[in-house]
Nanobody, 123 residues
Framework: VQLVESGGGLVQAGGSLRLSCAAS????????MGWFRQAPGKEREYVAA????????YYAQSVKGRFTISRDNAKNTVYLQMNSLELEDTAVYYC?????????????????WGQGTLVTVSS
């Protein structure tokens, strides 16, 4: 299984970015997918998750209303649209794949992880 994130970069506060995560080596539609992030000196934290079909999205309270998770099973890709970015959103963002599809806010529910993409929000 390989997960490759892209789309990170430097953006001003209030701006937007869209992250992508391309998956290979798995039957993508059989996996729930999630996004996590890790800021310097902090634990990796849950951001958002999406069901296998894409019909249900779930969000951490800190990003609800600003971030949108989506997926394209035909392209084996999951996305994270990030709007109204805040300084506190600065982190390395990781996508992850889950066979269980349960407990998606927990890191332990995920089987595979990408290498991450850095998002830096400046003032």
């Amino acid at each position: 299984v390989q997960l490759v994130e892209s789309g990170g970069g430097l953006v001003q506060a209030g701006g937007s970015l869209r992250l992508s995560c391309a998956a290979s080596g798995l039957t993508f539609s059989s996996y729930a997918m999630g996004w996590f992030r890790q800021a310097p000196g902090k634990e990796r934290e849950y951001v958002a998750a999406i069901s296998r079909s894409g019909s249900s999205g779930y969000y951490a309270q800190s990003v609800k209303g600003r971030f949108t998770i989506s997926r394209d099973n035909a392209k084996n890709t999951v996305y994270l649209q990030m709007n109204s970015l805040e300084l506190e959103d600065t982190a390395v963002y990781y996508c992850a794949a889950s066979t269980t599809g349960r407990g998606l806010a927990l890191r332990s529910s995920y089987d595979s992880w990408g290498q991450g993409t850095l998002v830096t929000v400046s003032s």
